[in-house]
């Protein structure tokens, strides 16, 4: 009768450790999942970032040339302004 309960409370030992561990697999498996997830979002910014980046070099070449263009434009406006007999 001793030696049933000892073998009985082996195994619920066993079971509990049992269940212990695949709990734990189980976590690090969601957790890695979500690691991954993240690390493609990172990659796909990153992806992106490049394009916008270009994209903004472009821009400020053209408005650092508009803004010129309209500088120019102000100084010759207020030449002729200068020039005109009152």
């Known amino acids: 009768m001793l030696a049933e309960y000892f073998?009985?409370?082996v195994l619920q030992g066993f079971v509990l450790l049992?269940?212990?561990s695949l709990g734990h697999s189980i976590l690090i498996?969601?957790?890695r999942?979500?690691?991954n997830k993240r690390h493609e979002l990172e990659l796909a910014l990153l992806?992106?970032?490049a394009e916008?980046?270009?994209e903004g070099k472009q821009m400020a070449h053209e408005l650092e040339d508009a803004l010129f263009k309209?500088?120019?434009q102000q100084e010759i406006?207020?030449?002729i302004k200068k020039d005109k007999p009152s």
């Open 18 to 20: 049992l269940g212990a």
């Open 7 to 9: 073998v009985f409370w």
């Open 52 to 54: 916008v980046l270009k």
């Open 70 to 72: 309209a500088k120019v």
């Open 33 to 35: 999942r979500e690691e």
């Open 29 to 31: 498996l969601k957790i």
């Open 47 to 49: 992806e992106k970032r």
């Open 77 to 79: 406006d207020d030449i």
